[in-house]
């Protein structure tokens, strides 16, 4: 990975607002949501996640400035690069420095001798020991992490306004159970740690499940607020009756009096998403298919002995 602070685009000085300020930016930019056809705009957001989330830890930024560890949190030794190693096995690399395997052989001399073919040695307690962590692994301990993955988990509004579980697949195919949080909104991130890339030197990283609310065959969302359309018989509208009427929490029954006005939404209280809005219910007649000559005739008889203004 490149250097943390090329990547978020600040200078070594920046404070955690400016460096916090500067993931946003990239993270607005390069979202999944936004570019759903990239995948170069989704490496670049993994990428500024990375920098931001390495930047934003104390401990590690000061462990990245004093050169004790790389852009990728792993730690440094003295004239070795993990990534680049073993190109001269049992000798010098193109570099000019020590293979993995003459490194490995001179950190195990240290602890009272070597083993063959450069394998890890049992540490205290029977812990393994690997020189790649940069320190012993004592049980409880840490090492390197994985990379973090990126994947999108499709919401309905149902199971958002129910604080479900839902199935999301990672990218080796396996599928989670998912527990949205409460009032979850579109755009917001969970973290499943040790769900990501699996490091066989350390922990695995993590997933980063982004929420994206399927559009809804029944409601149409205005902030907290939902719409829906329900149909009505004209005989219904004119002499009134009982409807159904879909909510994100099952279906109401509602009273319609006689010659309910179709033209204005119902207005259901408390029923939008989250209870933080409301629910309008808009009312639409719908004609007998086909036609019908004695409604035709009736709608002459009101149109030339009972019209009435509906228009300015």
């Not at 993270?27 to 390495?54: S, W």
């Amino acid at each position: 990975m490149r250097d943390p602070y090329t990547v978020l685009g600040v200078t070594r000085s920046a404070s955690e607002k400016d460096i916090k300020s500067a993931y946003r930016k990239l993270a607005k930019k390069y979202h999944p949501d936004q570019n759903p056809e990239d995948p170069a705009a989704h490496e670049k957001f993994a990428e500024a996640t990375h920098a931001y989330d390495l930047l934003n830890n104390v401990e590690k930024r000061g462990q990245f400035d004093r050169g004790e560890i790389d852009a990728d949190g792993n730690p440094k030794f003295a004239g070795f690069d993990p990534r680049t190693a073993g190109a001269g096995r049992g000798g010098r690399t193109a570099q000019g420095g020590f293979s993995a395997e003459d490194i490995l052989k001179e950190f195990m001399s240290g602890f009272g001798g070597t083993q063959r073919g450069g394998g890890a040695r049992p540490g205290p307690g029977g812990a393994q020991w690997d020189p790649f962590a940069g320190a012993a692994q004592q049980p409880g301990g840490s090492g390197r992490k994985g990379e973090d993955v990126i994947v999108t988990a499709a919401v309905s509004l149902e199971d958002a306004n129910n604080a479900a579980s839902v199935p999301v697949r990672m990218p080796n195919g396996k599928v989670l159970s998912v527990k949205l949080p409460e009032k979850v909104e579109e755009g917001q991130q969970i973290r499943l740690k040790g769900q990501g890339t699996p490091n066989p030197f350390g922990e695995a990283g993590d997933a980063l499940v982004t929420v994206k609310f399927q559009k809804s065959k029944q409601f149409r969302r205005d902030g907290a607020d939902l719409r829906t359309d329900v149909a009505l018989a004209l005989y219904e509208a004119v002499l009134g009756t009982k409807i159904r009427v879909p909510t994100l929490g099952g279906s109401v029954e509602l009273n319609l009096p006689p010659g309910v006005d179709t033209g204005k939404a119902l207005r259901l209280k408390g029923k939008g998403l989250y209870g933080d809005g409301d629910l309008y219910v808009n009312l639409k007649v719908v004609l007998p298919p086909g036609g019908d000559p004695d409604l035709e005739a009736l709608m002459r008889f009101m149109r030339e002995s009972k019209p009435y203004k509906v228009r300015d």
